[in-house]
């Protein structure tokens, strides 16, 4: 079934091996007709997380970044509509000479080829020596076959050493506590009929199995009974890889793929599993209402907190329907990303409560642009300005020069890594340490030109450009108020914290403290 944790499983087994040295890449096969995630509705599909190429792709490429410290592309991110794009347009082409072009072989080679291509695309730190490919959905579905065809046909040509499949499915429990193992037989039991046959199954439960439950999936699915790992649902996403580890894992994989037995380094381990001294909350206000949408905003808060040794509790708030009190209650006001008009006043206002009671603040995107909305209308009194995609009024927003006649809506936007400087002596250089960074974007709207002087003028500092494009924005003084275009959560990792999330986070505790 869906939402098991495939992604995490596929993450936790890279840590594994990327403890031992061994460097590592990732794929994630989407089974839908999409090109890419960028036009797909946040709160049915979750987060589109955006790589250094630009490429919006499933969240899961999040957490394999995020697990791995790797860096991805596009073509880490398989999709259906990607794979019959490349074959029709090879067949206008005339690349296939005249045959008729059909699901086998031509869909299926170029699954494969996608594979291979990124298999060898580098992750920054030298050509991966293991790629791990998951392939979404769910076994039985149309959609999922041609993927599973091809993964197929890659077990027959690869070196038995070379390839391994690993199998996550759902394994329930009863009224009594007891681990029921029907739907992972039937799981396998379709898969074998497909032409697969696992070589490890990872049994997704709430509790810890059983050795005598493992030895039921053994005996009925044909797999060694070291190689049924227990997955119990754990408190925190980056305690799997540990208990995948105490269940044995990394030999399972060794063996499997006469690797070298390596000692593990367990830095990662002691970085994710550190503990709090410290507490602070956080006011995520939105209107999406679905926490996976933020996935990337909720992992680099942690990230941070356990930098800093303090937790960090979200409250989120609806952007249409809240009350000032609810932002009275927290340390620190965040404004994420988003699109279109919904909830919009409701986000200004409270940038302002945040502002005017001194409430540390985070903006992120659209959280920037509406930070200047709101700067123009409380001081400078341009009770109409406005963002150029909301409506009529004095658009202290702007659409991009090269956005204006852009109709294809997927992958037009401003997107990936792009080059920032930073202004000397602002807050911004202070967590950063350094005057120039690369950080992502995914936008089309900028700060009008035509009112940076006055706005500047007025006291809002923007301390980070691109070329002419204002990138950061912050106050003076010692509150801390700061929002970016940018999004600094999509390069934020356990091991490296992303810096606006730290001095968020370190300001929200000290106002706990009191300090």
Not at 410 to 424: E, F, N
Request: proline share 4%.
């Amino acid at each position: 079934m869906s939402g098991l944790g495939k992604g995490i499983t596929t993450a936790s087994i890279g840590r594994i091996l990327k403890n031992r040295g061994y460097r590592v890449t990732a794929v994630k096969i989407d089974p839908y007709l999409n090109i890419d995630a960028g036009t797909m509705n946040p709160a049915q599909h979750g987060e589109v997380f955006v790589l250094k190429d630009g490429g919006e792709a499933d969240l899961d490429l999040g957490n394999y970044e995020r697990f791995l410290d790797i860096s991805l592309t596009s073509d880490h991110n398989i999709t259906t509509g990607k794979v019959y794009q490349t074959v029709i347009d090879k067949e206008r082409h005339g690349d296939y000479l005249g045959a008729t072009v059909q699901i086998i072989p031509h869909i299926t080679d170029q699954i494969k080829e996608f594979i291979k291509t990124a298999a060898e695309n580098s992750n920054g730190d030298g050509k991966a020596e293991i790629c791990l490919v998951e392939v979404g959905g769910t076994v039985g579905d149309i959609e999922s076959m041609p993927f599973l065809e091809a993964i197929r046909q890659m077990v027959g040509e690869l070196p038995e050493e070379d390839i391994i499949l690993v199998h996550v499915t759902l394994v329930p429990e009863d009224n009594m506590g007891d681990h029921k193992t029907k739907p992972t037989q039937h799981s396998v039991k379709v898969l074998r009929e497909l032409g697969l046959h696992p070589d490890a199954i990872v049994g997704r439960s709430e509790t810890v199995m059983s050795s005598s439950t493992k030895k039921k999936i053994s005996d009925f699915c044909g797999v060694a009974q070291k190689a049924v790992i227990s997955a119990a649902t754990a408190k925190d996403i980056y305690e799997v890889p540990v208990e995948m580890e105490k269940e044995g894992m990394a030999s399972v994989i060794r063996d499997l793929l006469h690797l070298e037995e390596r000692p593990a380094d367990n830095k990662w381990y002691r970085t994710v599993c550190r503990e709090y001294t410290r507490r602070a909350s956080v006011a995520i206000v939105t209107k999406y209402g679905v926490e996976d949408v933020y996935m990337s905003i909720k992992e680099a808060l942690r990230h941070a907190g356990r930098s800093l040794s303090t937790e960090v509790d979200i409250k989120w708030v609806d952007a249409e329907n809240y009350e000032d009190s609810e932002l009275s209650e927290v340390d620190g006001i965040l404004i994420p990303g988003g699109f279109g008009p919904r909830g919009i006043e409701g986000k200004i206002n409270a940038i302002k409560y945040a502002r005017e009671n001194k409430i540390p603040f985070l903006g992120l995107c659209l959280g920037f642009q509406l930070a200047v909305i709101e700067y123009c209308r409380s001081v400078l009194g341009w009770e109409n300005a406005t963002s150029e995609e909301m409506g009529e009024g004095k658009h202290v927003i702007a659409i991009l020069p090269e956005q204006e006649d852009v109709v294809d809506l997927g992958g037009t936007m401003r997107l990936g890594d792009c080059t920032i400087d930073i202004k000397p002596g602002t807050r911004i250089e202070k967590l950063y340490g350094k005057n120039e960074v690369v950080e992502r974007h995914r936008h089309r709207y900028e700060v009008n030109p035509e009112y940076i002087p006055e706005i500047e003028s007025a006291g809002l500092i923007f301390s980070g450009k691109c070329g002419p494009r204002m990138e950061s924005c912050e106050l003076s003084g010692d509150d801390f108020f700061l929002a970016t275009q940018f999004h600094p959560e999509f390069k934020s990792t356990p091991t490296h914290p992303s810096p606006p999330y730290l001095g968020f986070v370190e300001a929200c505790a000290n106002k706990r403290k009191g300090e």
